[in-house]
Nanobody, 126 residues
Framework: QVQLVESGGGLVQAGGSLRLSCAAS????????MGWFRQAPGKEREFVAA????????NYADSVKGRFTISRDNAKNTVYLQMNSLEVEDTAVYYC???????????????????WGQGTQVTVSS
């Protein structure tokens, strides 16, 4: 069974940085678009960032653009989310997701992702 395991969450002060990791197993990692989503208490799960399977193209939610960077290491079957200049509003559970191939449009759509991790908590304090 496909497995995605997030790590790297924690408690940080506003303005600080954190790097999340998502390790994938039992899938051909290089054929999957990888995405990060987040969900704050009482809110819908929302798109954060995604990186394509075929060329390394990335896209971001407007709320994190310029602060977050998504990257992947296909040799390690791992996708990362570098989060800088963190804000209190970034507090949420962050989920890693995998979508077989896909494109720029589908990368924003959580329903297009077939596999999900269990999430890792990120808490930003003021």
């Amino acid at each position: 069974q496909v497995q995605l395991v997030e790590s790297g969450g924690g408690l940080v002060q506003a303005g600080g940085s954190l790097r999340l990791s998502c390790a994938a197993s039992r899938l051909t990692f290089s054929f999957y678009t990888m995405g990060w989503f987040r969900q704050a208490p009482g809110k819908e799960r929302e798109f954060v960032a995604a990186i394509s399977w075929g060329g390394g193209g990335a896209n971001y939610a407007d709320s994190v653009k310029g602060r977050f960077t998504i990257s992947r290491d296909n040799a390690k079957n791992t996708v990362y989310l570098q989060m800088n200049s963190l804000e209190v509003e970034d507090t949420a559970v962050y989920y890693c997701a995998a979508q077989y191939r896909g494109d720029t449009s589908s990368s924003y759509n959580l329903r297009a992702y077939g596999y999900w991790g269990q999430g890792t908590q990120v808490t930003v304090s003021s």
